[in-house]
């Protein structure tokens, strides 16, 4: 038998897991969106016509089904006219649901819960902000009320449909491991999907304000959904890495000002890409250049940057096509790329970042200049890291040793980005266990 060619293989098992979502959604009522948000007037699946003749066949009845859940959950990502005042106030929310596995044969035990709720963008503007809550069906023995983990996720893409909120109901979101470790201790889980990642408006992928104001205000707004046993007192601590990690340290360092009153222990954050020129120095011409990519959509969407001034035909198709594609698939479509073939000046993307308005762009998401943590911080970064070199984690640590932080640093070995993230987790959940046990960190800005 002739193997299949693997991009074709690639392609038909997208294509059935797409359709079985769409019609385990619809017809079992399961998947991530089981119910239509309040005020929302969409078909009941049942009234769509399914005899051959009425609707031409099997085919249409599918793109119709299709369709309609497309609707459906479009509307739970659309925002009101008026948002609340507060940040953290939740907009609206609707059960959810969460797989480990695309089959969908995996489901933690938890309940899940999808919720938009508002947040402030850099600007200081209101926006809204989607994501999921996930509480363990297990009574919490530890110590005091049950811990509440502002969980921020790794690079997912900037399209509306990578929102972890939407990969999380089908099964593809790779963050599985850690979230699973995290509930198993018997945390509660606020994932967001960061801004314009569901909601109206691009993405702002790095934009270091925007990615910590998300983090803070989807804790603020598990506690104020009225879940028994969650409220304002309860314990929380950050956890992030990579992209995460970088949203992860900009909620610990934002939140003493922009989020006094929460009850924070501490915050864990791995690989932070904390100076995006060192990190796009290290992107190019490698496997990840599409997350270079990503970068500059967001940067041009936190900092209104207009590509065509630095991007020629051939850097905007690619930017373009990396816009519509979720992490995995970018990786494949452009990988390697050598950036001086896509610039207007010939020069490197990095050399393009460190002038101009996007050097102005850049030097503000730069994590601890000027800002630090006041409470207990765990970085991780790998020597073998292949995304975020190592020494981009490091220098963050030592910008927040010398502004007085209590900084542990943990190095690993763990071989590439991917060995990195799993690497350093015991040494996450041992942290994350003794803030909420209230036991005392000892800083290792001594040695670093």
Same mark, same amino acid.
């Given at each position: 038998m002739?193997?299949?060619?693997?991009?074709?293989?690639?392609?038909?098992?997208?294509l059935a897991?797409?359709?079985?979502?769409?019609?385990?959604?619809?017809l079992?009522?399961?998947?991530?969106?089981?119910?239509?948000?309040?005020?929302?007037?969409?078909?009941?699946?049942?009234?769509?016509? *399914?005899?051959?003749? !009425?609707? =031409?066949?099997? /085919? @249409?009845?599918?793109? %119709?089904?299709?369709? #309609?859940?497309?609707?459906?959950?479009t509307?739970?990502?659309t925002?009101?006219? *008026?948002?609340?005042? !507060?940040? =953290?106030?939740? /907009? @609206?929310?609707?059960? %959810?649901?969460?797989? #480990?596995?695309?089959?969908?044969?995996?489901?933690?035990?938890a309940?899940?819960?999808?919720?938009?709720?508002?947040?402030?963008?850099a600007?200081?503007?209101?926006?809204a902000?989607?994501?999921?809550?996930?509480?363990?069906?297990?009574?919490?023995?530890?110590?005091?009320?049950?811990?509440?983990?502002g969980?921020?996720?790794g690079?997912?893409?900037?399209a509306?449909?990578?929102?972890p909120?939407?990969?999380?109901?089908?099964?593809?979101?790779?963050e599985?491991?850690?979230?699973?470790?995290?509930?198993?201790?018997?945390?509660?889980?606020?994932?967001?999907?960061?801004?314009?990642?569901?909601?109206?408006?691009?993405?702002?992928?790095?934009?270091?304000?925007s990615?910590?104001?998300a983090?803070?205000?989807?804790?603020?707004?598990?506690?104020r959904?009225?879940?028994?046993?969650?409220?304002?007192?309860?314990?929380?601590?950050?956890?992030?890495?990579?992209?995460?990690g970088?949203?992860s340290?900009?909620?610990?360092?934002?939140?003493?000002?922009?989020?006094?009153?929460?009850?924070l222990?501490?915050?864990?954050a791995?690989?932070?890409?904390?100076?995006?020129?060192?990190?796009?120095r290290?992107?190019?011409r490698?496997?990840?250049?599409?997350?270079?990519?990503y970068?500059?959509?967001?940067?041009?969407?936190?900092?209104?940057?207009?590509?065509?001034?630095?991007?020629?035909a051939?850097?905007?198709?690619?930017?373009?096509?990396?816009?519509?594609?979720?992490?995995?698939?970018?990786?494949?479509?452009?990988?390697?790329?050598?950036?001086?073939?896509?610039?207007?000046?010939?020069?490197p993307?990095?050399?393009?970042?460190?002038?101009?308005?996007?050097?102005?762009?850049?030097?503000?998401?730069?994590?601890?200049?000027?800002?630090?943590?006041?409470?207990?911080?765990?970085l991780?970064?790998?020597l073998l890291?292949?995304?975020?070199?190592?020494?981009?984690?490091r220098?963050?640590?030592?910008?927040?040793?010398?502004?007085?932080?209590?900084?542990?640093?943990?190095?690993?070995?763990?071989?590439?980005?991917?060995?990195?993230?799993?690497?350093?987790?015991?040494?996450?959940?041992?942290?994350?266990?003794?803030?909420?046990?209230?036991?005392?960190?000892?800083?290792?800005?001594?040695?670093?």
């Amino acid at each position: 038998m002739t193997p299949a060619h693997p991009a074709a293989a690639r392609k038909r098992l997208r294509l059935a897991l797409s359709c079985l979502a769409a019609s385990t959604l619809l017809l079992s009522g399961t998947g991530m969106a089981v119910a239509a948000p309040a005020g929302t007037s969409g078909a009941d699946p049942s009234s769509i016509e *399914t005899s051959d003749a !009425a609707s =031409g066949g099997d /085919v @249409r009845r599918q793109d %119709a089904l299709e369709q #309609l859940a497309q609707t459906v959950d479009t509307d739970f990502y659309t925002p009101p006219a *008026t948002l609340p005042t !507060a940040n =953290g106030s939740p /907009v @609206r929310s609707e059960s %959810a649901d969460f797989f #480990l596995d695309p089959i969908k044969l995996i489901r933690p035990a938890a309940t899940a819960t999808r919720i938009m709720y508002k947040s402030t963008d850099a600007n200081d503007q209101p926006m809204a902000v989607t994501g999921t809550v996930l509480v363990p069906r297990k009574e919490w023995s530890g110590m005091g009320p049950r811990p509440v983990i502002g969980y921020a996720v790794g690079t997912q893409g900037v399209a509306d449909k990578c929102a972890p909120s939407r990969q999380m109901g089908v099964g593809q979101e790779y963050e599985g491991p850690m979230i699973s470790a995290l509930l198993d201790a018997g945390y509660a889980l606020a994932i967001t999907d960061y801004e314009g990642l569901g909601t109206p408006g691009k993405h702002t992928y790095m934009g270091r304000a925007s990615q910590g104001h998300a983090v803070i205000d989807s804790v603020r707004a598990l506690q104020r959904l009225g879940l028994p046993g969650i409220g304002a007192r309860n314990p929380v601590a950050f956890v992030g890495y990579s992209q995460g990690g970088g949203a992860s340290a900009a909620a610990a360092e934002l939140a003493p000002r922009y989020a006094p009153g929460l009850n924070l222990k501490g915050a864990y954050a791995g690989a932070v890409p904390a100076d995006l020129v060192s990190v796009a120095r290290n992107l190019d011409r490698s496997l990840y250049t599409a997350f270079l990519m990503y970068a500059v959509s967001g940067l041009g969407a936190t900092a209104d940057l207009d590509p065509t001034g630095y991007l020629n035909a051939a850097g905007i198709e690619e930017l373009e096509g990396a816009e519509g594609d979720c992490t995995i698939e970018a990786l494949g479509k452009h990988a390697f790329l050598d950036t001086r073939n896509l610039t207007r000046s010939g020069e490197p993307l990095e050399t393009v970042m460190a002038a101009g308005a996007f050097k102005a762009a850049i030097a503000d998401q730069e994590i601890g200049n000027g800002r630090k943590p006041e409470v207990p911080v765990l970085l991780s970064h790998s020597l073998l890291d292949d995304v975020i070199p190592y020494k981009t984690g490091r220098d963050l640590a030592k910008r927040w040793c010398a502004q007085g932080a209590n900084v542990s640093w943990n190095t690993t070995a763990g071989p590439t980005h991917i060995g990195g993230y799993v690497a350093a987790m015991p040494a996450a959940m041992i942290f994350l266990k003794q803030r909420f046990e209230g036991k005392r960190q000892l800083s290792s800005c001594w040695r670093i």
